[in-house]
């Protein structure tokens, strides 16, 4: 199974609500990242987790707060956004953190703020 | 800091042979990777080149040149389904080599 799965697919919110991303891979990876890639750009780093620790934040703002509760499982919650926030948000894992491990996407969940 | 650089689009006919470019700026290097994504779906890997030369993974191949800090993915034999978008990518050495950073990513458009 090489499958990284994300949930919800699409979600729309107003900038008063509380969401959360969901994000799932049962391939024993160690290492969970969260990237967001505006329409016909690449995508852009948010956080590594690395063995279940918050390992880079790439000065996100708190308005985005991830969490990791197991080795499979990563989640970002999303609070008071804003209409710029809208975009594809991407989870992906690898075998580990280190350079040469390639990273495993899944879906992305399509997110607009209204 | 790192940038990559990659036209922003390409056209081609089905069963031609086409070459995407990425020219990379980085403050240390530990190989360039490729990853494909069609409109809609997930960034999916190609190939990974630590090395100077050629890998060849069936129709696509990568070539690198860390002298020249270039590197390139060869499509060959063409299919529409090769339409997408591709992403050269390194790693950045300023936080241990975790943060993958992405090219400004080739638009492929393959024509019947």
């Known amino acids: 199974d090489t499958e990284v799965t994300q949930t919800p697919k699409h979600l729309v919110m107003g900038m008063t609500n509380k969401k959360s991303l969901k994000c799932e891979q049962h391939?024993?990876?160690?290492?969970m990242y969260w990237y967001k890639q505006k329409a016909k750009k690449p995508p852009e780093l948010m956080f590594v987790?690395?063995?279940?620790?918050?390992?880079i934040n790439e000065s996100v703002p708190s308005r985005f707060s991830p969490e990791c509760p197991n080795s499979s499982l990563l989640n970002l919650h999303l609070h008071a956004l804003q209409p710029e926030d809208s975009a594809l948000y991407l989870c992906?894992?690898?075998?580990?953190?280190?350079?040469?491990?390639?990273?495993?996407f899944g879906p992305g969940t399509r997110l607009t703020v209204t | 800091g790192q940038s990559l650089e990659q036209p922003s689009e390409v056209t081609a006919v089905e069963g031609a042979i086409v070459q995407i470019n990425c020219t990379y700026q980085?403050?240390?290097?530990?190989?360039l990777s490729w990853y494909q994504q069609h409109d809609g779906g997930a960034p999916t890997f190609l190939s990974y080149?630590?090395?100077?030369g050629l890998e060849e993974t069936g129709r696509f191949s990568s070539f690198l040149s860390r002298s020249d800090s270039y590197g390139y993915l060869l499509l060959q034999e063409l299919q529409m389904k090769d339409s997408a978008s591709y992403f050269c990518?390194?790693?950045?050495?300023?936080?241990?080599?975790?943060?993958?950073?992405f090219g400004t990513g080739t638009r492929l458009l393959v024509s019947p």
């Open positions: 080149n630590a090395l100077d």
């Open positions: 992906a894992s690898s075998q580990d953190d280190r350079e040469n491990y390639e990273q495993y």
């Open positions: 980085t403050s240390g290097f530990y190989g």
């Open positions: 391939m024993g990876h160690r290492a």
């Open positions: 987790y690395s063995y279940e620790k918050l390992s």
């Open positions: 990518a390194v790693r950045d050495k300023n936080t241990g080599f975790q943060k993958l950073v």
